[in-house]
């Protein structure tokens, strides 16, 4: 999880947690309280924008520098600095959560198309030396899915679904209960 360190002027030292989006500014509410009085109440917002984090300057009266540069909207680094006012501050990521390079991923049919080429080329060399009989290689999509040991309905493992889905399933199987129960009333008294 990236960190933000002031690093110069009021508040130096201070340390800031990325764990969701925090606004930089004067009101001591903001994730990053800025103690300066060339800041604007919600100057900034820093926000996760898919693996990175992003820095948004909020229409303030003074502007936000990124390395030098003034900016309205920028993807943040790992070391770049960020001054609002007279405060700078650093963007530092974790060991953990610096980027991890990008490896070309096949995929499930993708692999197995290529297996069963490399395979089938090797089956027919065979059944030319050998004059048998060359089987196909078919394959159908295989599907995973999670097992449970805990409550299913069904079959099947609610915990999977969305809230409103596991909400509406549950009030789908009340409903059937209770018409199941009514019709049941109904045929018994008359």
């Given at each position: 999880?990236?960190?933000?360190?002031?690093?110069?002027?009021?508040?130096?030292?201070?340390?800031?947690?990325?764990?969701?989006?925090?606004?930089?500014?004067?009101?001591?509410?903001?994730g990053?309280?800025?103690?300066?009085?060339?800041?604007?109440?919600?100057?900034?917002?820093?926000?996760?924008?898919?693996?990175?984090?992003?820095?948004?300057?909020?229409?303030?009266?003074?502007?936000?520098m990124?390395?030098?540069?003034?900016?309205?909207?920028?993807?943040?680094?790992?070391?770049?600095?960020?001054?609002?006012?007279?405060?700078?501050?650093?963007?530092?990521?974790?060991?953990?959560?610096?980027?991890?390079?990008?490896?070309?991923?096949?995929?499930?049919?993708?692999?197995?198309?290529?297996?069963?080429?490399?395979?089938?080329?090797?089956?027919?060399?065979?059944?030319?030396?050998?004059?048998?009989?060359?089987?196909?290689?078919?394959?159908?999509?295989?599907?995973?899915?999670?097992?449970?040991?805990?409550?299913n309905?069904?079959?099947?493992?609610?915990?999977?679904?969305?809230?409103?889905?596991?909400?509406?399933t549950?009030?789908?199987?009340?409903?059937l209960?209770?018409?199941?129960?009514?019709?049941?009333?109904?045929?018994?008294?008359?």
């Amino acid at each position: 999880m990236p960190k933000v360190i002031i690093i110069d002027g009021p508040g130096a030292g201070e340390e800031y947690l990325l764990e969701r989006s925090v606004i930089a500014g004067r009101l001591p509410s903001n994730g990053i309280p800025l103690k300066d009085k060339k800041s604007s109440r919600e100057h900034a917002k820093i926000y996760r924008q898919g693996q990175d984090y992003a820095i948004v300057d909020l229409n303030s009266s003074n502007g936000t520098m990124v390395n030098g540069q003034k900016v309205t909207k920028r993807v943040l680094k790992d070391g770049d600095e960020i001054v609002i006012g007279t405060v700078t501050m650093r963007y530092e990521l974790l060991e953990a959560d610096e980027p991890k390079p990008k490896v070309e991923r096949k995929t499930l049919d993708a692999a197995f198309e290529q297996a069963a080429t490399e395979k089938k080329a090797g089956a027919q060399a065979a059944h030319a030396a050998e004059g048998g009989v060359q089987l196909s290689a078919s394959h159908k999509p295989l599907q995973f899915n999670k097992v449970s040991a805990g409550r299913n309905m069904f079959g099947f493992d609610l915990s999977q679904m969305s809230d409103t889905a596991q909400l509406l399933t549950k009030i789908g199987v009340f409903v059937l209960l209770l018409l199941i129960a009514w019709f049941s009333y109904n045929a018994a008294t008359g």
